[in-house]
Protein backbone atom coordinates (compact mmCIF):
# COMPACT_ATOMS: atom_id res chain seq x y z
CA UNK A 1 0.00 0.00 0.00
CA UNK A 2 1.14 3.89 -0.60
CA UNK A 3 1.85 5.43 2.67
CA UNK A 4 2.47 8.69 3.96
CA UNK A 5 4.71 9.17 7.47
CA UNK A 6 4.44 12.51 9.60
CA UNK A 7 6.62 12.78 12.34
CA UNK A 8 9.27 15.18 13.37
CA UNK A 9 11.55 13.15 14.94
CA UNK A 10 13.79 11.97 11.30
CA UNK A 11 14.45 9.23 13.32
CA UNK A 12 11.63 7.43 14.24
CA UNK A 13 9.81 8.57 11.07
CA UNK A 14 12.71 7.22 9.29
CA UNK A 15 12.42 3.76 11.50
CA UNK A 16 8.63 3.51 10.47
CA UNK A 17 9.59 3.81 6.63
CA UNK A 18 12.33 0.91 6.76
CA UNK A 19 9.38 -1.22 8.76
CA UNK A 20 6.45 -0.29 6.36
CA UNK A 21 9.00 -0.80 3.16
CA UNK A 22 10.40 -4.45 4.82
CA UNK A 23 6.96 -5.30 4.55
CA UNK A 24 6.44 -4.66 1.04
CA UNK A 25 4.55 -1.16 1.62
CA UNK A 26 5.45 1.96 -0.47
CA UNK A 27 6.44 5.19 1.36
CA UNK A 28 5.29 7.27 -1.09
CA UNK A 29 6.48 10.75 1.28
CA UNK A 30 7.83 11.66 4.95
CA UNK A 31 7.08 15.19 6.44
CA UNK A 32 7.85 16.47 10.21
CA UNK A 33 5.31 18.71 10.43
CA UNK A 34 1.40 19.23 10.00
CA UNK A 35 1.47 21.51 7.26
CA UNK A 36 3.62 19.28 5.16
CA UNK A 37 1.65 16.49 6.17
CA UNK A 38 -1.76 17.47 4.96
CA UNK A 39 -0.69 19.00 1.60
CA UNK A 40 1.26 15.32 1.32
CA UNK A 41 -1.82 13.81 2.44
CA UNK A 42 -4.19 15.61 0.03
CA UNK A 43 -1.64 15.40 -2.93
CA UNK A 44 -0.78 11.72 -2.58
CA UNK A 45 -4.39 10.52 -1.78
CA UNK A 46 -2.30 7.46 0.27
CA UNK A 47 -3.89 3.83 1.53
CA UNK A 48 -3.07 5.03 4.63
CA UNK A 49 -1.65 8.37 6.79
CA UNK A 50 0.32 7.90 9.72
CA UNK A 51 1.10 10.34 11.86
CA UNK A 52 2.58 11.76 15.10
CA UNK A 53 0.35 14.08 17.36
CA UNK A 54 3.23 16.60 18.39
CA UNK A 55 4.91 18.20 15.67
CA UNK A 56 6.56 21.87 14.98
CA UNK A 57 6.32 24.91 15.59
CA UNK A 58 4.35 24.42 18.97
CA UNK A 59 4.89 21.01 19.46
CA UNK A 60 1.53 20.40 21.12
CA UNK A 61 -1.40 18.83 18.75
CA UNK A 62 -0.31 19.77 14.93
CA UNK A 63 -0.34 16.51 14.02
CA UNK A 64 -4.06 16.13 15.26
CA UNK A 65 -4.98 19.18 13.62
CA UNK A 66 -3.77 18.57 10.60
CA UNK A 67 -5.23 14.74 10.73
CA UNK A 68 -8.97 16.62 11.25
CA UNK A 69 -8.07 18.90 8.39
CA UNK A 70 -7.41 16.34 6.38
CA UNK A 71 -10.72 14.37 6.99
CA UNK A 72 -12.72 17.92 6.92
CA UNK A 73 -11.66 17.85 2.91
CA UNK A 74 -11.31 14.31 2.15
CA UNK A 75 -13.76 12.47 4.55
CA UNK A 76 -12.81 8.83 3.63
CA UNK A 77 -8.66 9.52 4.61
CA UNK A 78 -7.43 5.88 6.59
CA UNK A 79 -5.68 7.59 8.98
CA UNK A 80 -3.26 6.18 12.24
CA UNK A 81 -1.90 8.49 15.24
CA UNK A 82 1.07 7.57 16.64
CA UNK A 83 1.62 9.30 19.63
CA UNK A 84 3.85 9.19 22.68
CA UNK A 85 1.13 10.12 25.01
CA UNK A 86 -2.58 10.29 24.50
CA UNK A 87 -3.85 13.98 23.73
CA UNK A 88 -7.59 14.69 24.20
CA UNK A 89 -7.66 17.83 22.33
CA UNK A 90 -8.84 17.30 18.83
CA UNK A 91 -9.19 13.08 19.78
CA UNK A 92 -12.77 13.17 19.64
CA UNK A 93 -12.85 15.22 16.58
CA UNK A 94 -10.77 13.25 14.43
CA UNK A 95 -12.29 9.65 15.93
CA UNK A 96 -15.97 10.92 15.19
CA UNK A 97 -15.72 12.62 11.92
CA UNK A 98 -15.08 11.22 8.14
CA UNK A 99 -15.75 7.52 7.18
CA UNK A 100 -12.40 6.23 7.02
CA UNK A 101 -10.20 3.56 8.95
CA UNK A 102 -8.85 5.36 11.97
CA UNK A 103 -6.50 4.38 14.42
CA UNK A 104 -4.64 5.92 17.88
CA UNK A 105 -1.82 3.83 19.20
CA UNK A 106 0.74 4.61 21.31
CA UNK A 107 4.31 4.51 20.20
CA UNK A 108 5.39 2.03 22.22
CA UNK A 109 3.11 -0.12 20.26
CA UNK A 110 5.64 0.30 17.44
CA UNK A 111 7.77 -1.61 19.37
CA UNK A 112 5.62 -4.86 18.24
CA UNK A 113 6.11 -5.10 14.72
CA UNK A 114 3.72 -7.50 13.81
CA UNK A 115 0.84 -5.94 15.82
CA UNK A 116 1.87 -2.66 14.43
CA UNK A 117 1.63 -4.23 11.28
CA UNK A 118 -1.77 -5.47 11.84
CA UNK A 119 -2.73 -2.17 12.88
CA UNK A 120 -1.60 -0.99 9.52
CA UNK A 121 -3.41 -3.32 7.62
CA UNK A 122 -6.92 -2.96 9.56
CA UNK A 123 -7.05 0.82 9.33
CA UNK A 124 -6.18 0.99 5.36
CA UNK A 125 -8.84 -1.41 5.62
CA UNK A 126 -11.26 0.92 6.80
CA UNK A 127 -10.94 -0.65 10.27
CA UNK A 128 -10.83 1.17 13.58
CA UNK A 129 -7.84 0.13 16.34
CA UNK A 130 -7.60 2.26 19.37
CA UNK A 131 -4.88 1.78 22.05
CA UNK A 132 -6.03 0.34 25.55
CA UNK A 133 -4.84 3.45 27.32
CA UNK A 134 -6.01 5.86 25.04
CA UNK A 135 -9.86 3.89 25.42
CA UNK A 136 -9.24 4.04 29.29
CA UNK A 137 -8.34 7.56 29.52
CA UNK A 138 -11.21 8.63 27.54
CA UNK A 139 -13.70 6.55 28.65
CA UNK A 140 -12.78 7.76 32.33
CA UNK A 141 -13.28 11.53 30.90
CA UNK A 142 -16.83 10.33 29.89
CA UNK A 143 -18.17 7.96 32.35
CA UNK A 144 -22.11 8.12 31.31
CA UNK A 145 -21.87 5.64 28.47
CA UNK A 146 -20.59 2.71 30.77
CA UNK A 147 -23.32 2.73 33.28
CA UNK A 148 -25.64 0.87 31.35
CA UNK A 149 -22.84 -1.51 30.12
CA UNK A 150 -21.86 -4.63 32.90
CA UNK A 151 -17.80 -5.00 33.05
CA UNK A 152 -17.70 -8.05 30.87
CA UNK A 153 -19.70 -5.74 28.10
CA UNK A 154 -17.59 -2.73 28.79
CA UNK A 155 -14.55 -5.91 27.95
CA UNK A 156 -15.99 -6.41 24.57
CA UNK A 157 -16.22 -3.10 23.14
CA UNK A 158 -12.77 -2.47 24.44
CA UNK A 159 -11.79 -5.29 22.74
CA UNK A 160 -13.99 -3.97 19.73
CA UNK A 161 -11.88 -0.44 19.50
CA UNK A 162 -9.16 -2.58 19.55
CA UNK A 163 -10.17 -4.10 15.47
CA UNK A 164 -10.21 -7.54 17.16
CA UNK A 165 -13.21 -9.75 15.74
CA UNK A 166 -16.24 -11.31 17.69
CA UNK A 167 -13.97 -15.09 17.16
CA UNK A 168 -10.72 -13.17 18.01
CA UNK A 169 -12.17 -11.59 21.49
CA UNK A 170 -13.82 -15.08 22.10
CA UNK A 171 -9.85 -16.40 21.95
CA UNK A 172 -9.17 -13.66 24.42
CA UNK A 173 -11.99 -14.18 26.79
CA UNK A 174 -11.97 -17.92 26.76
CA UNK A 175 -15.63 -17.72 25.55
CA UNK A 176 -17.84 -19.06 22.27
CA UNK A 177 -18.14 -16.76 19.55
CA UNK A 178 -21.91 -17.13 20.22
CA UNK A 179 -21.82 -15.77 23.81
CA UNK A 180 -19.64 -12.65 22.39
CA UNK A 181 -22.25 -12.13 19.62
CA UNK A 182 -24.81 -12.01 22.55
CA UNK A 183 -22.68 -9.03 24.27
CA UNK A 184 -21.92 -6.94 21.18
CA UNK A 185 -25.77 -7.50 20.75
CA UNK A 186 -27.01 -6.15 23.82
CA UNK A 187 -24.11 -3.56 23.77
CA UNK A 188 -25.61 -2.32 20.14
CA UNK A 189 -29.32 -2.43 22.08
CA UNK A 190 -27.64 -0.27 25.29
CA UNK A 191 -26.46 2.14 23.00
CA UNK A 192 -29.46 2.42 20.89
CA UNK A 193 -27.93 1.70 17.72
CA UNK A 194 -30.41 0.39 14.57
CA UNK A 195 -30.25 -2.96 13.66
CA UNK A 196 -31.08 -1.04 10.27
CA UNK A 197 -27.11 -0.47 10.36
CA UNK A 198 -24.75 -3.04 9.16
CA UNK A 199 -22.88 -4.84 11.80
CA UNK A 200 -19.52 -4.04 10.74
CA UNK A 201 -20.66 -0.27 10.96
CA UNK A 202 -22.46 -0.82 14.36
CA UNK A 203 -19.49 -1.90 15.63
CA UNK A 204 -17.48 1.53 14.67
CA UNK A 205 -20.50 3.58 15.86
CA UNK A 206 -20.90 1.47 19.51
CA UNK A 207 -16.76 2.26 19.56
CA UNK A 208 -17.67 5.76 18.89
CA UNK A 209 -21.14 6.36 20.91
CA UNK A 210 -19.19 5.19 23.88
CA UNK A 211 -16.04 7.08 23.29
CA UNK A 212 -18.24 10.39 22.87
CA UNK A 213 -20.56 9.68 25.70
Known sequence: MRVVVADDSALL???VQLILSDAGHQVVA????????VEAALRERPDLV?????MPPSGADEGLRAA?????EWPAAPILVLSQYVVEAYADELLAAGTGGI???????VGDIDEFLAAVDSVAGGGTVLDPQVIGQLMTRRRDPLQSLTPRERE?????????????????????????EKHTQRIFAKLNLSPDDTAGHRRVLAVLAFLRG
Open 13 to 15: REG
Open 30 to 37: GVGDGTAL
Open 50 to 54: ITDVR
Open 68 to 72: VQIRE
Open 103 to 109: GYLLKDR
Open 156 to 180: VLSLMAQGMSNAAIAQRLVVTSGAV
